[in-house]
């Protein structure tokens, strides 16, 4: 380890800290360094350097004031490969970045995912309805249901099953591209360049990639075309690729560089808000105390007989608690998306080299014992004390509650979109059901494991068994009034379904038919 660098594990000739790196769940293995070498540290990989920084004043400092040097991400090879540098998640600090950023911020705005909150409370109500009827698939009706939100609000086009051809295609793309990001699932390319060259009949990563590459393209520009040809015919609903398609000469984009914002904003919305809502599940059912707390507040401001608003959540202080807590609980992104340094930074007396990997910790942060009390459980009650939930009397200044959603130039550009979505379906979910852990052989209930969380980047509990009923009567008929009464809303966004989703639809629009 060179001078200068911040501390962290002793390393070995040549390899640094290659040989201890976690190769899944790094948030874990990086949060017991940080309590071991500091809120900053390093690693050395080979001739490279990461820092990690689960100190908030560091990330304070280096992401938000310092994001002109922090912006960049590391060099991926695979990333070249697969989306030719014009995925926004992944892409260089280049101009192709910063027109695909620009364009996304002018269309994202707060106002604009105000116009579609009519499209996401349906989807909602939508939600509400197939866990009603068919309460043990939640897992996957959560998915399609964020799935199909994304997709109307970018294309105008949803999708009423989870079998619906756009849905399938894009999980079975995103499927190959985590594969092919996995680390470890490809060779060392971008610390050793010359495996660049081996031949792709050699390299069956390099056909993966290939293949990676044509799924996303066919259907991120299938999907554009569509919209282009639905403007052709005069049937606008206002969805963000038809602004986009409309403004292209001024935002400077062209063909190639509009298919990949809508890919990137369709991978950025789809798992991450069913991850968030997967995870509120998981947290209902494992603490039912902080449950019967929402469902009294809920009660109390809203009741029975109608379904809540996003206005109410104004008077509900437990649950807007209660969503901070699970961001805080289990952040989606526990490590970001790793960042790099434009230059080289000094922070604290330790030296940063340019072309640094910096992973912000933000697990390591939600987890502090010196920052939160009983960091390891699910308590909403915390943000009701501090606004950052924090221990009273700690230093927070540094610290933001929406810090899950990034820093810097790089924080999440869909927060608005996320947040209105997150929001309604946390009061609808808490208004409507009990959520139950299953029990064993007496009769005693199974706590499902918190910590079961599927491996990645973004991450979400794997499926858990949990039952969920309606609270009352009233409320089911009031589910399937709502999801009735939503036809008229879903019809502006159903383009060219398959016979088998037109069958879905015209099925599911029957009151009760297959209860
Ligand atoms: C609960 C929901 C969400 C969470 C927790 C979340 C969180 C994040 C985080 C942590 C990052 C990385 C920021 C960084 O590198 O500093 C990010 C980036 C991003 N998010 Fe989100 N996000 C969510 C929903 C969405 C939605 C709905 C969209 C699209 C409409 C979206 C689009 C993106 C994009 C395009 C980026 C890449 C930005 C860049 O690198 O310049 N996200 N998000």
Known sequence: ????????????????????????????????????????????????????????????????????????RPPSHVVELVTGGLNMAFAHYTENWRTLRRTAHAILTPQASARHIPIQQAEASQLLHDILRHPQGFYTHIRRYSNSVILSVLYGKRSPRYETPQTTAFFKAQHEWMLVLEPGATPPVDMIPILKYVPERWAKWKRDCAKTRKLQRDLYFGLLDETKERLRRGEENGSYMEEILARQ????????????????????????????????????????????????EMDRVVGEHRMPTLDDLEEMPYIRAMILETHRFRPVLPLMVPHSTVTAE????????????????????????????????????????????????????????????????????????????????????????????????DGNPMKPDTFDYEKGLSTAPRPFKCSITPRSPERAEIIEREFLEAADTFSKFEFGLSPEDQEFVANSRLPHISR
């Not at 190639?256 to 890919?263: A, D, M, Q």
């Not at 991978?267 to 039912?288: N, R, V």
């Not at 910096?358 to 939600?366: E, L, T, Y």
């Not at 200044?397 to 946390?426: E, W």
Request: hydrophobic share 35%.
């Open 346 to 441: 000094e922070f604290n007396g330790f030296v940063i080299p340019q072309g640094s990997t910096i992973f912000v910790n933000v697990w390591g942060i939600f987890h502090d014992p010196d920052l939160y009390d009983d960091p390891e459980n699910f308590i909403p009650d915390r943000y009701l004390l501090t606004e950052n939930g924090t221990k009273p009397g700690v230093d927070d200044s540094d610290m933001r509650p929406n810090l899950g959603f990034g820093v810097g130039r790089r924080v999440c550009p869909g927060i608005h979109v996320a947040q209105n979505s997150t929001n309604i379906n946390a009061m609808n979910l808490i208004w409507a059901f009990n959520f139950t852990p299953p029990t064993d052989r």
């Open 249 to 296: 000469e001024e935002f400077g984009m062209d063909r190639e560089i509009t298919g990949y914002l809508g890919g990137v904003l369709i991978e950025g919305g789809s798992d991450t808000i069913s991850s968030f809502l997967q995870s509120l599940i998981l947290a209902l059912t494992a603490y039912p105390d902080a449950q019967k707390k929402a469902h009294d």
């Open 1 to 72: 380890r060179e001078a200068g660098l911040p501390p962290g594990p002793p390393t070995v000739p040549l390899l640094g800290n290659l040989h201890m790196m976690p190769t899944e769940f790094a948030q874990h293995k990086f949060t017991e360094w940080a309590r071991k070498y500091g809120g900053i540290y390093s690693l050395k990989v080979g001739s490279g350097t990461a820092v990690v920084l689960t100190d908030p004043a560091a990330v304070k400092e280096l992401m938000d004031k310092r994001s002109g040097s922090t912006v960049e």
